[in-house]
């Protein structure tokens, strides 16, 4: 009997919240945090309901960006990558800066934990980011795929390390001190008195009051995605295209 999309999203949602003999039987480590997803779920079709079921299309995000987040979200997570598997933070940067264009979902829900502005870096463009790269002192934002680190306090505070996972894409995330801070330039009253949002050196920086809960929340081990519709970083990503 086939399916509908509801009935597999439930279906899908009640294998994730529970513990799953089947993955002890096939003997792979447990994160540390989340139940593993099926393999079913890697699916596209699978991460389209999830979409739908989600209402993902209703807060903003895009459904490429979701789908490919989802994606890559599995192949970390089938390669032991993560930490984290409860959580998927998406950066969609085929946005305005002018619209909340970070997304935290809870993956065993599909809950939105959080919806806010996030900027890009200063090079990369002025309300919209559409060049990036992966060299030092660029001042440009990097794509792709990113595992969250642990925090420390730096000149912008409160901070979280990013581990870029794409050589050549993102690698030098480390080196070039790109985190997670929070930022003054982020805010609504910026975007009225501009016309866009205030732009970093590269980094995603998020509303100083929000700063805290959001690293919090997704540090040590999650799944971080920063999204652009560009055909020379989906040609080039291994995690996409493995």
């Given amino acids: 009997m086939r399916l ?10 009640l294998l994730l919240q529970s513990n799953s003999s089947s993955f002890r039987f ?42 490919k987040a989802y994606k890559g979200f599995m192949v970390l997570q089938a390669k032991n990558r993560l930490n984290n598997c409860s959580l998927l933070t998406i950066v969609d940067y085929s946005l305005s800066s002018v619209q909340k264009r970070l997304f935290v979902l809870e993956m065993t829900t599909g809950k939105l934990l959080f919806n806010t502005l ?9 309300e919209r980011a559409t060049d990036f790269s992966n060299a030092g002192e660029s001042h440009k934002s990097s794509l792709g795929f990113f595992i969250t680190q642990g925090t420390y306090k ?23 001190a790109i985190v997670m801070h929070g930022a003054d ?3 609504e009253r910026f975007i009225r008195q501009n016309g866009y949002l205030g732009r970093s050196y590269g980094c995603p920086a998020v509303p100083l009051e929000q700063t805290k ?22 040609s080039r990503s291994t995690i996409l295209n493995s």
């Fill in 4 to 13: 509908t999309r509801h009935a597999i999203a439930v279906l899908l949602m």
């Fill in 26 to 67: 096939l003997n792979k480590p447990e994160p540390v945090k989340g139940n593993p997803l099926p393999a079913v779920a890697a699916t596209s079709p699978i991460a389209a309901v999830l979409y739908e079921e989600w209402a993902l299309e209703s807060a903003g995000l895009s459904k490429d960006a979701f789908e």
């Fill in 118 to 126: 996030v900027a890009h870096g200063r090079r990369s463009g002025l």
């Fill in 154 to 176: 730096g000149s912008n505070g409160y901070s979280l390390k990013l581990r870029g996972c794409e050589n050549g894409i993102n690698s030098n995330a480390l080196n070039r």
């Fill in 185 to 187: 330039y982020v805010s």
């Fill in 213 to 234: 809960k959001i690293i919090d929340a997704i540090k040590n081990g999650s799944c971080m995605f920063l999204y652009y519709p560009s055909k020379k970083y989906f």
